[in-house]
């Protein structure tokens, strides 16, 4: 095994990745198969360390905590057998496939429980007891596994054929490549509980024992890498709509102070629930209706004639209107007035915010002019009534 630097530094990675994912995917059945595979093969390669070891066989005898580790192997072997099986048939076809594999990995697990029962009863490790006991558990772990292992890379050559993305290809054949080892490795373990009854104390059997933990070790740790990739996307997702929603509020505060109706209530508890990508989209549609009710009292005059203009023209454009709504200035197409041009900036969060960004040069522009008090903003119409600051 690796020294203990390297290793805790690997198993924080492992637990930290499962500990994300179960804050951030567990919306589909796929994520929750793939939390609960996570979790198990974590707990895999944490229960043999040593420390976790002790503790295991203080509580349940010499060797629990290696009886636990592969219980945990197998119980993931159950939820990855399922997660392919959705991934592969759809989540519809089988839809209790999972509860079943487990079931089914249940059954040898409480077999090991029983052949390490002599080993724990001699306080020896499972190794050094009986030799029949000893190959009856390796052959017992080994052959589900084993199984599974088969049916996993079955699968996953019959997706890389039909996924369509790079991005998929490479996880198939990283997958197909892993359940291969994982593959190998069981067939290794069958082996060398056979040849430990043929002849105990054999070298195979010892350097089998020992290079377990590290070919487990690295393929959680690599399955690992795998699942992070949804989980850092998400939250790269997550880490740009906030910063989306932080350059977009000075703007919604601004228009919904001024059309506070397009402000959805929301139940606390429904706010609370709302997801960031969520809570961004609200934003935009309620920046969008309240732009479309204030329409009505922006001055084109300011810039060209026409809806479409620089950002910070828009801006103070928008600015103007808010004003004007709110000290109760007659809209736009009521009375003499008419309205002819329409805001146009755009559906999108990433325009909104492109606006947002020169909301603050706007306010400033708009409030130079507010304060001129020129006709458009609500000033006399007549040159005569108008002070030197209007002119």
Sequence with gaps: MPPAFVVWPVLALIWGVALVRFAVLRSTLAEHRMNAALTFAALSVTLPQPGVRELASSWLGRGAAT??????IMLMAASLLSLFSTWALGPDRMPRIHSIALIAMAVPSMALIFLSGPAREANVSIEKGAAWYFAAYCITYSIPLFSACVLITWIAAKSIRRASRGRER???????ALAFVEAMDMALIAAAGVLNVVREGNGFTEVRAESGLLVRLIAVSVGTLIAAGPAVRVLGHRWRSRRVIRRLQPMWRTLTGAVPEVVLELRPADRRALSVRGRLDRMSVEIRDAIMILDRHVVFELGDHTGIAPPVVTAARLHLACLARSAGHRAHGTGG????????VGGEPWELARLADHWKDGEQTAAALWARRLPQFGGPEDPSARVPAQV
């Design 170 to 176: 490479r996880i198939f054949v990283a997958v197909l």
């Design 67 to 72: 009886s636990a580790s592969n219980i945990c």
């Design 337 to 344: 007035t008419t309205h002819r041009f329409a805001t146009d």
